[in-house]
């Protein structure tokens, strides 16, 4: 059973020697352990510090990609190395690698096929933004209902995935990869598992990629919106064609009360246009829907030939 250990790192030449030290060699369960780290194009000598800090494997971006792409790129990576288990954890210690065992027991004992650390529970983030934490709740519990599956942290990029997992995730997104692994996981009916941890946000610090509470809230919730039109696409397009139906039918009912009373169109003809108008842009959603439907049932047939091409590229030796 082989444990690689990820850290994508970005301009983390203060921290990431002392991160990449603290990270435990010995598990129970596991036979090998190995550090990657995926630099994203640092300019601040991040790759050597961590060679020379142990890190087993130092791949470099030349330009800075975004995390979505670092997160791709250590995932082929470590499939490439044979990897059983990922273990994703910030290079910045903010995250405590002592903390790894119980984020890739639930893995180990069959479980799970991810588990992410959870924020929120029975540990409390320390110092973590008022606005980032609310807004974190917030879209868990928004995303959580929409998918029939309760989420207790969306973001939290400290994390483990079983080898079935880095095999069947397909992402596209640069900006960020954490909403989108989980809302794909679900969508494929894989195992998530939260586990409490503690966390401390250093007050000094300024996100990587959380540069203005704006711009995140307004890429991320693009990247979540395209997320679940993609995983459930009858929901996202049917039910506001359901709300627009029924609602253009009880403007019809009303309508019909109306004219029933002296029967002239008149006098009531807004509710009729207005009836009208709802119901096509309600059909118009249907539509959407079962074109959706249709393109995500193409797209599982190509992303189970995806899966079987690279389980025969990645097949361990």
Known sequence: MRLIVNLPAFNEAERIGQTIKRIPRNFAGIDEVFVQVIDDGSKD??????KDAGADFVFSHTTNRGPGVVFRTAVEHALENGADILAYIDADGQFNPQDIPTIIAPILEGKAD???ADRFGEHKAKNMPAAKYYLNRLAAFIIGKFMNCPIKDLTCGFRGYNRET???????????YTQEVIIDAIGKNLKV?????????????KSRV????????????????KAIRDVRPMKFFGIPAAFLILVSLVIFAYFGFLYFQDFK???YRNYLLAAITILLVGLQFLVFALIADMIKSNRKLTEDQMYLMKKEKYTKK
């Not at 095999?167 to 640069?174: C, D, F, T, V």
């Not at 598992?193 to 610090?205: H, N």
Request: proline share 6%; aromatic share 12%; glycine share 6%.
């Open 210 to 225: 959380v540069k203005s509470i704006y711009k995140y809230v307004r890429d991320s919730g693009r990247i979540i919106l």
């Open 193 to 205: 598992v939260w586990v409490p941890v503690v966390v401390t946000y250093f007050e000094e610090r």
């Open 265 to 267: 169109i008149t006098p």
């Open 166 to 176: 880095l095999l069947r995730l397909n992402l596209p997104g640069a900006f960020t």
């Open 114 to 116: 991810i588990v992410s």
């Open 45 to 50: 000598g991040t790759a050597q510090i961590a």
